[in-house]
């Protein structure tokens, strides 16, 4: 079979995965801290030429190219304002810590949309929507009581000396990867927050709307040569005979 067909499957295929990013991105337009991904695309011809000599590959044919990965956009978003006390953005770099009461985990988010919890001691945690505890800069849960529920609270910023390549952990949060290395504490982590804030998604719609008809018009040449691919084989087949 012609590689042209090959690469033209694979020409649809990832442009139907960019769609699948670039649908995310527009659904979640309204969602506080989200950030936007993007589709990193690569050659497979080039991709397979590198591989050691017989090395394993699960490519089918060197032609085309297909989404490698999707990078995170972790520009901030643009801040608004909030009626909550326990409403929280980060004036640049950095992400906030939740630990997960059940797992221990702890995991990294912009959204600052915070709520307390009543726990089974009486006290009341700062959680995320989910139930996480937000970290202090103690590194412990923070107990909010009534002499400082409507005061700024010590809640920690941590950032990464890398950002690149952190997984996405579900509900807007983050966990890191080894090249990530180790969360930091920002030092004065209080000065580097606003109350009664919140990050709104740094989504550009205009941008990913002009992704969207590159991706659908890119699919349809695909499936166009495909379909062409496809007519030149049968009329191959059809004076061989």
């Known amino acids: 079979m ?3 067909f090959y690469a033209a499957a694979a020409g649809a295929a990832a ?42 590959t699960q490519l089918t044919a060197s032609s085309g190219a297909w989404v490698d990965k999707t990078n995170t956009n972790f520009d901030p978003g643009i801040f608004a304002t909030s009626e909550s006390p ?15 009461p059940v797992t221990e985990e702890i995991t990294y988010t912009r959204d600052g949309t915070f709520r307390l919890s ?13 139930g996480k505890a937000v970290m202090s800069t103690d590194n412990e849960p923070i107990v909010v009581t009534e002499e400082n529920k409507d005061e700024m609270l010590p809640i920690a ?10 997984l996405h952990a579900g509900g807007n949060e983050y966990r890191p990867v080894g090249k990530n290395n180790e ?23 205009a941008d990913e709307f002009v992704k969207m008809i590159e991706s659908q ?18 009329t191959i087949n059809g004076l061989r005979q």
């Open 2 to 4: 012609d590689l042209a």
């Open 15 to 56: 442009q139907k995965k960019r769609l699948s990013i670039v649908s995310n991105n527009l659904a979640n337009i309204s969602t506080t801290g989200f950030k936007s991904e993007d589709a990193i695309f690569t050659d497979l011809i080039y991709n397979e030429l590198d591989l050691p000599a017989r090395e394993g």
């Open 86 to 100: 326990y409403d929280y953005a980060i004036m640049g770099d950095g992400f906030f810590g939740l630990r997960n």
């Open 118 to 130: 009543l726990q089974s001691d009486g006290r009341f945690f700062l959680t995320s929507q989910d």
């Open 157 to 166: 910023v941590f950032c990464f000396r890398n950002q690149n390549g952190m």
């Open 183 to 205: 969360a930091v504490l920002m030092e004065g982590s209080s000065g580097m927050l606003r109350q009664y804030c919140t990050e709104n998604s740094n989504v550009d719609i």
């Open 217 to 234: 018009r890119a699919y349809q040449y695909a499936l166009k040569m495909v379909q062409t691919t496809d007519e030149i084989e049968s």
